[in-house]
């Protein structure tokens, strides 16, 4: 039963101590949408949350916009569902919180329309399962459903293990967003690339099976838990640094959030992270220092600024290193303070983090959140076609072991240098950039 656990409005490992997120403005947007709508109010703050952390600002990937980061990019149509069904046009539902918000209401109550819930059973939070998952958009099954229990708060660690780490979970890239090899055979690995998403976990694992994304990385960290997700084998080179060597040669690992949101930077995440790399490091030989372990802007040839400023390197290398003290420094934001100091569960509710946070919460929307897992939807400003240009010999063989059934074998293509993960910032690309 979802129950009261439903709210994924904090992270239960979160870093932010002493107050909120950026909040969304007046709650009584969510209170207006649910009764147009007839939409539990506690599925569209959930929802936000997993989606922005509440923030309007938030800008995605693919085009994503809003709290809701309703979008059109390929996997979800959920702005043109939302248009269609509310009258409002694009721009009014990306610029407008309250239009965002009942835009989002609309096609969920229009997807439990389709799922045949009546009345009764709009009610009853634990039947918006289906639902919650359609709005994740065109994808498999198995994503839907982790899309919709990381928004519901139930667990959604499961599934096949990955033969590469054992903690991580395999959620395979798209054939065509990653080029076969057999590294270390064919190329060293000297590096690790970090990466931010700019937007949600699921949308990234989706936006990697989507075949005209062309891009990918091998590891995806949840920031409400720090769970793992794979989607590149490390002996394949994944598209995510913007530069061919640096592809050829290095680890990616994204995670979860925006650059400019701390509230996405929890120690779950930096931990879970740090374990992974450290792991890396001891497998391939990499050096243990800012001039192996890098950030994407940091990449010859990258224009994007993430992990962005409030990453704090201090604390990730001490983790990476087998410190067990307290972190350096502490990176102050405008609305919070993300300290670097290693805290466990235990700790947060000594101190009364918990506490704290389900009275902002209980103030601004009027529940009390109990525990939940963060999500989001993915997004990127330009339409990324595949090119005919990029066909080249194979380099290596795929192992058969996790192929998904009746994948055949493929001209390799060689990743253009301007496509990545962290956004499609390349040749052909309209003119918009996100912020990292």
């Known amino acids: ?82 248009a269609a069904l509310t009258g409002r046009s694009r721009a009014q539902l990306c610029a407008d919180e309250a239009a965002n918000v009942a835009g989002a209401a609309a096609v969920l109550r229009s997807y439990a329309d389709r799922s045949g819930l009546d009345a009764t059973a709009r009610a009853d939070v634990d039947r918006w399962h289906g639902p919650v998952g359609r709005f994740a958009g065109a994808v498999g099954d198995p994503l ?41 055979k064919s190329h060293p690995i000297d590096y690790v690339v970090i990466h931010m998403t700019q937007g949600s976990y699921s949308g990234t694992l989706a936006w990697f099976q989507n075949p005209a994304s062309e891009v990918s990385a091998h590891y995806t960290v949840r920031s409400s838990d720090g769970a793992l997700f794979q989607s590149v084998r490390e002996k394949d080179i994944g598209w995510h640094a913007g530069n061919r060597d640096y592809n050829a040669r290095s680890i990616g690992i994204e995670h979860e959030g925006f650059i400019d949101n701390p509230a996405w930077f929890t120690d779950a995440m930096y931990r879970s992270s740090a374990a992974l790399t450290r792991s890396l490091t001891e497998k ?60 466990s569960d235990r700790e947060h509710r000594a101190s009364g983090f918990h506490t704290r946070r389900a009275q902002v919460l209980k103030e601004t929307f009027g529940f009390k959140p109990i525990v939940g897992h963060p999500l989001h939807r993915r997004s990127s400003p330009c339409t990324v076609r595949p090119s005919p240009a990029w066909k080249g010999m194979r380099d290596g063989a795929s192992s058969g072991a996790l192929r998904r059934p009746g994948r055949r074998s493929r001209p390799g293509r060689r990743h253009p240098r301007g496509c990545h993960a962290g956004g499609p910032v390349r040749v052909g690309c309209r003119s918009l950039r996100r912020p990292a």
């Open 144 to 184: 839907a459903r982790l899309f919709a229990d990381s928004v519901l708060g139930r667990d959604a660690a499961g599934g096949p293990r990955s033969p590469d780490h054992p903690t991580a979970t395999w959620s395979p890239a798209h054939d065509d967003n990653f080029r076969d090899a057999d590294r270390e």
């Open 284 to 343: 391939y030989g990499i050096v243990r220092d800012r001039a192996h372990i890098v950030a994407h802007r940091e990449v010859p040839g990258a224009d994007h600024t993430d992990p962005g400023k409030y990453w704090n390197w201090t604390y990730y290398l001490q983790l990476v290193k087998g410190a067990t003290g307290i972190g350096q420094g502490t990176v102050a934001a405008p609305e919070v303070t993300v300290h670097s100091a290693a805290r």
């Open 1 to 82: 039963m979802v129950g009261t656990a439903l709210l994924a409005v904090v992270a239960a490992a979160a870093l932010v101590i002493g107050t909120a997120p950026p909040a969304p403005g007046p709650s009584d947007a969510f209170t207006a949408a649910a009764a147009g709508y007839d939409v539990p109010r506690e599925i569209l703050s959930a929802l936000g949350w997993a989606q922005s952390r509440l923030d309007h600002r938030a800008a995605g990937r693919t085009g994503g916009c809003g709290v809701m980061q309703l979008a059109d990019d390929g996997v979800t149509d959920t702005l043109a569902a939302a």
